[in-house]
């Protein structure tokens, strides 16, 4: 598939032959598919992986279908060659992929999942460790 809306053609003329790999249950890659599912009307066997990295490995060698993973763990696979982003789940582009059109542009208005990490640390951390950390 060279977009969304040919893979989700392909899922639909194939019900139950594709699967997708996530980073484990409850992932924000595994509620993300599972958000596509349900808005597009397929169904895709979810394979869930202990991490990113070991679901990585399956992806780009054929082993799952397809996934949903953050930006920063695949850009450069995708940069590579290894593997192909046929959306973004964000509300825009995102600017390390502007020929990617998102979710939403492809035929699923409203639709967006993005990820977020961030930093944390016990409330009694040292300010010398806070401003070495920043």
């Not at 169904?43 to 397809?66: C, E, N, Q, W």
């Not at 993973?69 to 995708?78: M, S, V, Y």
């Not at 640390?121 to 920043?134: E, F, G, T, W």
Request: hydrophobic residues 45%; contains cysteine.
């Amino acid at each position: 598939a060279k977009n969304l809306r040919e893979f989700i053609a392909y899922a639909k003329r194939n019900p139950a032959k594709l699967s997708y790999g996530s980073a484990g249950n409850g992932s924000a890659g595994h509620l993300a598919f599972e958000y596509l599912k349900m808005a597009s009307d397929v169904f895709m066997l979810h394979v869930p992986y202990k991490g990113t990295g070991p679901m990585l490995t399956d992806l780009i060698s054929g082993r799952v279908d397809a996934s949903a993973i953050g930006a920063a763990a695949i850009i450069p696979f995708i940069k590579s060659g290894k593997v192909r982003c046929i959306a973004t789940g964000s509300a825009q582009r995102l600017p390390q992929l502007p020929d990617v059109p998102t979710v939403a542009e492809q035929g699923y208005p409203g639709f967006e999942m993005t990820q977020w990490y961030g930093m944390l640390a016990p409330a009694s951390l040292p300010q010398a460790h806070i401003d070495k950390l920043a």
